[in-house]
């Protein structure tokens, strides 16, 4: 039997979705009117026209020119594989039926995978000629929605299940705008211009509808994992018809899907004009492969130095192109239509970089100012009284050892350099073939290089001597006591001397405060100053050097990461200046200690995935755009070289960026574009370019550009903005920050898109599309980084603030607002593998409040950084045994754990595979740690668990509800 057969109501969730709840795009949308409850804007009130008789159908669905351009044709989605077992049912006569249920299953959409509407890269993104955009329920396939509220059955299981009372499932409509076709091109070797694109006017987007948030409570937070509205391009927009030509949302997304034509009309609207960017989505090549330009052929606009991509126009018989940035007419390249490997004409149209929006180009010898450098990594080792006691020393270097395969070395030119750090700086010299040297400096103030070679040790040709030095070196630090001096200032400097003529990275690994010139630190860190007006000072530099120091390393192509480990104060936001202007990251372990094994376990899988990612040298991002808009202000871990130019010595694969957008000319083209271009060099020594282009339409009304706007990318560049905002003036002022463009977004929908209740006691009514966005905006202001606490160490808030300014997107909401799951009646498929993809099926998630967690219940937090399993005090004993081999629940230990998994319990099985799923992250070295949290056991450790609940008041905190209220009462 399979799953859809065992809880029918579980998998009819909406008609729109296929049985493996994912969209079907294939089917042409029905015009359906906007469901019960939904008010159309006042742009969208007329009589709805028809579709436009002249927008044809294409002929093909374009896999013809997907597989001219090597990229797979779409793959239609599989339906959910049969479950495997029903779950089991426990002994709960004795206990109550609670009132808590998941509220994802008892209403809105079912969960959608991300990946399967903006996939990875090669698989077809969401286009206007495809699917309709629902904004009750993201992109449907025309099917009409369902009357009927699903929900799981009842069956009992650790305590049963009980439905929430009042509580009702979010409506799913089709969209009632238009099917936007493109029409035939003439492919397949013709170069006739595209024909003429309509105005902006002619364009039907997205439209809009209204809803009230305050009775959208609790929300449907399944809905985060639905696309933002599709960007809806005019017919003939790209000179191919390949699904791939619009960039596809994890390389970049952009606040708006319907751009204001005038900088007067972005200014009215209060919605911030930005861009998300993450060039790279996982920490390895071949996990993602980006098409590639094989030939040297490098097509770009004489004026503006944009590249040649799907949006532009060729004219004079295919001759020249029109740039789609600034107009300028271009020659078109005479070998561009020849094959000079196989000396053979090739069909243009089959080129990649007519056919992806995502492409590299192998940048000829004239984009090299010298020789590709090699990937050297100079480590930084703490080896002071400390380190050596947490046993910091011994995991590094066993972690390095073990990972000496894993570091990239194609081309087998990569270095390594060993520095140890305490009152002096002792340094590792090995020749190939020799035994390792150790070389002790004691002269802090000039340090200097005490030997002119073999300090730097190639990985190929000194593989043996490196493996001797990493296996002995614990032991050679084993008479350190007492020594509490740090002298990481003077150290960084001899590292700089040794690979700045280089380049390469510079990983330091800290287990105490740096307390020698230069970069000498005072402990500062006084309770009483918590959460008071000084606690903003907090947050910025305590010593010049860093920020001076990060300047000479981006000069050199040098960059900083760095890995603190103190169990005491250590000045984390002065620190973290190195990686922010160096394009690093700062990862932070409070209290680790080697001889727990979940620390240990952490440290070494994070810093081995650290040192085998992939990393882009010498690189360089410039973000061109069409005439009329130009890129403001840029928010990441960079080095801004000009006003639009940021240099990376390396560039990382897990960290995204920001940039925020401005319009300076009334824009007159029916779509613009922008155009990132990264340009780098690969670990194996290449030199290429990677170009990233995204076309977004124009509308000159206000209601267009609200009903396509992006809450998740709007809520992203706010957690850009709060980061920058905090370390420079403090909490408060970047709170205020993001809660005031919120208020001033529903402020300006209530005064120019609502016609009726006005008044004082008014509902707070927003576009559907922006309906979590309040939720996004409380989480964010909830979050350990820029909460109103006195009770939050300034390191940890530090840590979380770096986090916040750096994560993908895809980890960022997740950090932010994070994933609550019920692990005591889990779904018959949950925790075992789907037979089509392989991968471990999770359950639904819930909302974060304690209203829905039961006091005999199993639950798990994760918000990708840290994960927390939650046992009710009147857990049943048989859940206890299943779950941890113990016979009641007060021999489950609390805090930082491993869950065992359980001989005989097909219960343990499956919550260590979801456990374990949860830690897979292709895009992130992050290993997440578990904590056991018991509701009777200890409070400082609930407390901690519970401010994750965000729409729960806690911790100085509004609750939800409230937070809307306060809305409402802000903009009456």
């Known amino acids: ?58 002929a093909g669905d374009g896999s013809e020119l997907s597989a001219a351009a090597g990229v797979a044709p779409p793959q239609h989605d599989q339906p959910i594989a049969a479950a495997h077992k029903s779950r089991r049912a426990y002994a709960v006569e004795q206990y109550a039926y609670g009132s808590g249920a998941i509220a994802n299953d008892l209403g809105g959409t ?32 025309g099917m009409q929605p369902s009357s009927s509220t699903p929900g799981i059955p009842a069956t009992p299981a650790y305590g049963g299940y009980q439905p929430i009372a009042g509580q009702t499932a979010a409506v799913s409509t089709s969209s009632s705008g238009f099917v936007q076709q493109f029409s035939n091109l003439g492919l397949g070797g013709s170069t006739a211009s595209k024909a003429a694109t309509p105005a902006p006017s002619s364009i039907p987007l997205n439209q809009l509808y209204n809803i009230d948030l305050l009775q959208q409570t609790p929300p449907t937070i399944s809905d985060l994992s639905l696309p933002p509205p599709p960007i809806i391009l005019p017919p003939n927009a790209s000179v191919t018809n390949n699904p791939n030509v619009n960039c596809p949302l994890p390389y970049m997304r952009s606040t708006l899907n319907a751009v204001p ?32 330009v094989s030939d040297s052929i490098i097509s770009r606009c004489r004026r503006c130095r944009s590249y040649i991509n799907p949006f532009i126009t060729f004219i004079d018989q295919g001759h020249k192109w029109r740039c789609n940035m600034c107009n300028l007419t271009n020659d078109v390249p005479t070998a561009f239509d020849w094959d000079a490997r196989n000396q053979k004409q090739v069909d243009r149209w089959s080129r990649v970089e007519l056919n992806n929006s995502v492409v590299e180009f192998v940048a000829p010898p004239e984009y090299m100012v010298r020789p590709p450098q090699p990937l050297v990594y100079a480590f930084l080792i703490d080896v002071s009284a400390p380190a050596i006691a947490s046993g910091l020393v011994a995991t590094t270097a066993r972690t390095i050892l073990e990972s000496l395969d894993r570091i990239p070395n194609k081309d087998k030119r990569t270095r390594l350099a060993f520095i140890g750090v305490s009152s002096s700086l002792h340094y590792f010299s090995v020749a190939p073939g020799s035994v390792p040297n150790m070389l002790v400096v004691s002269d802090l103030e000039e340090p200097f290089l005490p030997v002119p070679h073999n300090l730097m040790m190639s990985l190929t040709d000194c593989r043996q001597g490196i493996e001797t030095l990493l296996s002995k070196m614990s032991d050679m630090f084993t008479n350190t006591t007492g020594t509490t001096t740090n002298a990481m200032g003077p150290a960084l400097k001899a590292a700089h001397q040794l690979i700045g003529n280089i380049g390469g990275k510079i990983i330091c690994l800290m287990a105490s405060l740096p307390n020698v010139n230069p970069g000498k630190l005072e402990p500062r860190d006084d309770k009483k100053s918590m959460g008071s007006s000084v606690d903003k000072s907090l947050l910025h530099t305590q010593n010049s050097f860093y920020k001076s120091f990060a300047v000479e390393c981006s000069k050199s192509q040098v960059s900083v990461d760095m890995f603190l480990f103190s169990a005491v104060y250590q000045d984390v936001a002065s620190l973290s200046n190195l990686p922010r202007y160096t394009s690093g990251q700062t990862y932070f372990y409070p209290g680790w200690n080697a001889g727990r094994p979940e620390d240990a376990i952490k440290f070494a899988h994070e810093f081995s995935e650290h040192l085998s990612m992939e990393v882009a040298l010498e690189a360089v991002l410039r973000v061109r755009a069409t005439n009329g808009v130009r890129m403001s202000t840029f928010y990441g871990n960079f080095f801004t070289r000009s006003s639009d130019l940021c240099a990376f010595p390396s560039f990382p694969r897990d960290q995204s960026y920001a940039v925020e957008v401005a319009i300076d000319e009334t824009i007159t083209k029916p779509f613009i574009s922008l155009q990132a271009a990264v340009l780098h060099t690969t670990c194996e020594g290449e030199r290429r370019i990677r170009v990233i282009t995204l076309a977004i339409p124009t509308t000159s009304s206000l209601a267009d550009v609200y009903a396509s706007a992006d809450q998740v990318a709007i809520s992203a560049y706010f957690a850009q903005r709060a980061a920058e905002k905090a370390f420079s003036a403090g909490i408060q002022d970047a709170r205020d920050l993001v809660v005031t463009r919120l208020a001033e977004m529903l402020q300006t929908y209530r005064k120019e898109l609502m016609t009726s209740n006005v008044g004082a006691s008014a509902p707070l009514q927003f576009c559907s599309n922006l309906r979590l966005l309040p939720l996004l905006v409380l989480a964010l202001v909830k979050n350990v ?22 994560l993908p997107v895809k980890y960022l909401m997740q950090y932010i607002h994070a994933d609550l799951y019920c692990l005591h009646s889990l779904p018959a498929e949950a925790g075992y593998p789907d037979e089509a993809t392989g991968e471990i099926v999770l359950p639904p998630k819930m909302n974060l409040t304690s209203a829905l967690i039961q006091r005999y219940g199993l639950y798990l937090i994760d918000d990708g950084q840290t994960e927390f399993l939650w046992v009710g005090r009147e857990a049943v004993p048989q859940l206890i045994m299943d779950v941890w081999g113990l016979p009641s629940l007060e021999h489950v230990k609390t805090g930082k754990a491993s869950l065992p998994v359980v001989e005989g319990s097909e219960l343990s099985k499956r919550i260590n595979a979801i456990v374990g799923k949860l830690r897979e992250k292709k895009g992130s070295i992050v290993w997440p740690n578990l904590y ?16 994750f609940l965000i729409e729960d008041r806690a911790d100085m905190g509004q609750s939800y509800m409230e937070f809307l209220t306060g809305m409402r009462e802000r903009i009456s």
Do not use: C, H
Request: zero cysteines; a neutral charge.
């Open 110 to 141: 079912p969960p959608v995978d991300p990946s399967a509407v903006a996939a990875p890269y090669g698989q077809p993104a969401i286009t206007a000629e495809t699917s309709t955009y629902s904004p009750m329920g993201g992109v449907t396939s």
């Open 1 to 58: 039997m399979s799953a859809s057969q065992q809880n029918p109501s579980y998998f009819q969730a909406n008609n729109a979705y296929s049985a493996s709840g994912v969209p079907q795009y294939g089917i042409p949308a029905q015009v359906a009117p906007p469901p019960a409850g939904v008010q159309l804007g006042i742009s969208q009130q007329a009589q709805q026209p028809g579709i436009p008789s002249d927008i044809a159908a294409p």
């Open 261 to 292: 034509t005038s900088s007067s009309l972005l200014k009215k609207s209060k919605i911030p004009f930005a861009l998300i960017i993450q060039p790279y989505t996982t920490l390895r090549a071949e996990e993602a492969p980006v098409p590639v």
């Open 932 to 947: 056991v949290v018991r509701e009777d056991g200890d409070p400082a450790l609930k407390l901690w668990a519970s401010t």
């Open 785 to 806: 980084g820029l909460r109103k606490s006195a009770q939050i160490p300034v390191d940890l808030r530090a840590s979380a603030l770096n986090l916040i300014g750096t």
